[in-house]
């Protein structure tokens, strides 16, 4: 095991207030293998608050090991919600679905990777602002030749998509500005700010989805955007203003809450 043991390993965590710290040690030890010297790195590194998933350099979600890297957004467990809605709808044996915000693109991967295993064709077009989500995109989203593109929103789309998406996966950034200091340390120090920041009221990047899905979306065609449980009812307001069809999803197992828009026939 080298110069430190795992009961040292989950201690440290632990002390480090790691609420998950037997979980964590035994992946950095795994990610360490025979190598102490670097799993003494590891732990400190965790131990001053660099995200486990970093560490790492994958995330698991929806049971896919997804790759992220420092300076990426780590997407979240309840954000599987968001995919799962999407996935009941889907009933066409084939899709077009754009995976808008994509960070490192976990929504599109799990979801292209579910449709295709129940035999939905799917086409799969991702993007993002941010060019070092741009790569790390690039690099999940490879084996699936879907291509990743860098851009605000839509203007980074292909145009001839405009009015041809069926499935819109938005993970949008929606803590108010005025709450970014209140996130732990390990989003704030750690995650990019563009990634977390929605605004005044958490719905600024929201309403310019909603705004360009009215045109982007093929008829019959949803988009799907996680909000807060505080912002369903001026959320739900933007989708209609937009002319698309409102609803909104909860879910107590994930902790989670997907509004949806959908493009009337």
Do not use: K
Request: hydrophobic share 45%; proline share 5%.
């Amino acid at each position: 095991m080298g110069s430190t043991g795992s009961v040292d390993v989950v201690a440290a965590l632990r002390r480090a207030g790691c609420v998950f710290a037997e979980d964590e040690g035994a992946l950095l030890i795994e990610a360490a293998g025979a190598d102490s010297a670097r799993l003494d790195a590891l732990v400190a590194q965790r131990v001053s608050g660099v995200p486990l998933e970093y560490l790492l350099g994958w995330v698991e979600f929806r049971g896919v090991r997804v790759g992220v890297r420092a300076g990426v957004f780590v997407p979240r467990q309840r954000t599987a919600f968001l995919v799962e809605q999407a996935l009941r709808e889907v009933t066409a044996e084939w899709v077009r679905i754009v995976d808008l915000c994509c960070g490192c693109g976990a929504l599109g991967l799990t979801a292209a990777t579910e449709l295709t295993g129940r035999g939905c064709s799917v086409e799969l077009v991702a993007a993002d602002i941010d060019p070092v989500a741009v790569a790390c995109a690039r690099e999940n989203l490879a084996a699936l030749d879907a291509p990743v593109y860098e851009g605000d929103l839509f203007d980074a789309l292909p145009t001839e998509l405009r009015g041809h998406v069926d499935v819109l996966l938005a993970n949008t950034p929606y803590v108010p500005s005025a709450h970014i200091a209140d996130l732990p340390p390990e989003a704030r120090e750690h995650e990019p700010l563009v990634a977390l920041d929605g605004g005044d009221d958490g719905l600024s990047i929201f309403r310019r989805v909603a705004e360009g899905a009215a045109e982007w979306l093929a008829p019959g065609g949803s988009v799907y955007v996680e909000t807060g449980t505080g912002q369903v009812d001026s959320a739900l307001t933007v989708l209609r203003e937009h002319g698309l069809a409102p609803r909104v999803e909860h879910s107590e197992e994930y902790y989670a809450t997907v509004v949806i828009g959908t493009r009337r026939d």
